[in-house]
């Protein structure tokens, strides 16, 4: 092993101690060199110094969801890309505009010119995106992995530039990603029959779920709560069985910890996150269940 293969998995050692779980990467290239590398990835150093001794040539990847982090990939344009004038990081830092900015993270230069922003991850469990922030970004969480800095493609290796503590992914990114990521799965637009009265003790039991979640949020997580909250009520909304401006008043209320809190988040912020919920909500109303003489709450959570 040479002096720059030393150097870098020295680094890589590094990294374990931090916590963040690796796994051998194959040489000049992205792809794993062994199966099931995210529950194998590993903080270990006598492990990953054995293997790389013996692999010198092969990357490391890092498990993003092992590790904590969640990371931002911001590309640069593809050549035949007619805006030439932006890249990934343009983009993102416009985003950021007028939402607090980004703060000062761990960040990677990869071979083509962009970058990677660690974050620590958020409580909301996070997946992989493709351009759902924008053009030019990505995102890598639970399931997702990166190449480790010092790792080497054929146009160049993946360099460390800042080694500021991984901070916090920010709220308005936990928000926007989550957002993005929704699947929701509703039944058919359509209006029951039945009066809302009808129906209380069912809307009851979501109301008070849903109003339970947004004051149990924790920060990292409250615009997500907010809007998935939001987002539920919404669909009683649309289903005709509950007030919008009683639901934004009720949703507000219990937002009220947030508001007070230490974090950026404002009265402002959360009633625009609560208004596009209940929006999104309202665009897929409920199914709601059929009535009996005793009535049931199950499948509350098939929103």
Same mark, same amino acid.
């Given at each position: 092993?040479?002096?720059?293969?030393?150097?870098?998995?020295?680094?890589?050692?590094?990294?374990?101690?931090?916590?963040?779980?690796?796994?051998?990467?194959?040489?000049?290239?992205?792809?794993?060199?062994?199966?099931?590398?995210?529950?194998?990835?590993?903080?270990?150093?006598?492990?990953?110094?054995?293997?790389? $001794?013996?692999?010198?040539?092969?990357?490391?990847?890092?498990?993003?969801?092992?590790?904590?982090?969640?990371?931002?990939?911001?590309? $640069?344009?593809?050549?035949?890309?007619?805006?030439?004038?932006?890249?990934?990081?343009?983009?993102?830092?416009?985003?950021?505009?007028?939402?607090?900015?980004?703060?000062?993270?761990?960040?990677?230069?990869?071979?083509?010119?962009?970058?990677?922003?660690?974050?620590?991850?958020?409580?909301?469990?996070?997946?992989?995106?493709?351009?759902?922030?924008?053009?030019?970004?990505?995102?890598?969480?639970?399931?997702?992995? /990166?190449?480790?800095?010092?790792?080497?493609?054929?146009?160049?290796?993946?360099?460390?530039?800042?080694?500021?503590?991984?901070?916090?992914?920010?709220?308005?990114?936990?928000?926007?990603?989550?957002?993005?990521?929704?699947?929701? /799965?509703?039944?058919?637009?359509?209006?029951?029959?039945?009066?809302?009265?009808?129906?209380?003790?069912?809307?009851?039991?979501?109301?008070?779920?849903?109003?339970?979640? /947004?004051?149990?949020?924790?920060?990292?997580?409250?615009?997500?709560?907010?809007?998935?909250?939001?987002?539920?009520?919404?669909?009683? /909304?649309?289903?005709?069985?509950?007030?919008?401006?009683?639901?934004?008043?009720?949703? $507000?209320?219990?937002?009220?910890?947030?508001?007070?809190?230490?974090?950026?988040? $404002?009265?402002?912020?959360?009633?625009?996150?609560?208004?596009?919920?209940?929006?999104?909500?309202?665009?897929?109303?409920?199914?709601?269940?059929?009535?009996?003489?005793?009535?049931?709450?199950?499948?509350?959570?098939?929103?």
């Amino acid at each position: 092993m040479n002096a720059a293969d030393r150097a870098r998995l020295a680094g890589w050692v590094d990294l374990a101690a931090r916590g963040w779980a690796l796994f051998p990467v194959l040489p000049s290239r992205k792809q794993p060199a062994i199966a099931a590398w995210e529950s194998r990835a590993t903080t270990n150093p006598e492990i990953i110094v054995d293997y790389f $001794t013996a692999h010198p040539g092969h990357n490391a990847g890092i498990a993003c969801g092992p590790s904590g982090l969640y990371v931002i990939d911001c590309d $640069t344009p593809k050549p035949d890309a007619t805006d030439q004038t932006r890249d990934g990081w343009d983009v993102l830092t416009a985003l950021a505009d007028g939402r607090g900015g980004l703060p000062d993270t761990w960040m990677v230069s990869t071979p083509s010119g962009g970058r990677h922003l660690y974050f620590r991850a958020p409580a909301a469990r996070l997946g992989n995106t493709a351009k759902a922030l924008g053009p030019m970004l990505d995102s890598r969480g639970h399931g997702g992995q /990166v190449l480790a800095p010092g790792s080497r493609l054929p146009n160049g290796s993946y360099q460390l530039t800042d080694d500021t503590t991984p901070a916090p992914l920010p709220d308005w990114l936990v928000w926007h990603l989550s957002v993005r990521a929704s699947t929701t /799965v509703s039944g058919p637009p359509e209006r029951p029959a039945t009066a809302p009265r009808d129906h209380g003790a069912y809307v009851s039991a979501i109301k008070r779920d849903e109003l339970q979640r /947004v004051e149990k949020a924790q920060s990292g997580g409250h615009n997500a709560a907010v809007f998935t909250a939001a987002r539920a009520l919404g669909q009683l /909304v649309g289903a005709g069985v509950l007030d919008e401006d009683q639901a934004a008043a009720e949703l $507000t209320r219990a937002a009220g910890h947030i508001i007070a809190g230490p974090c950026d988040c $404002t009265t402002a912020g959360i009633s625009a996150t609560v208004r596009s919920g209940l929006a999104y909500g309202a665009r897929r109303p409920r199914r709601l269940p059929t009535l009996s003489s005793n009535p049931s709450i199950e499948g509350r959570r098939s929103a």
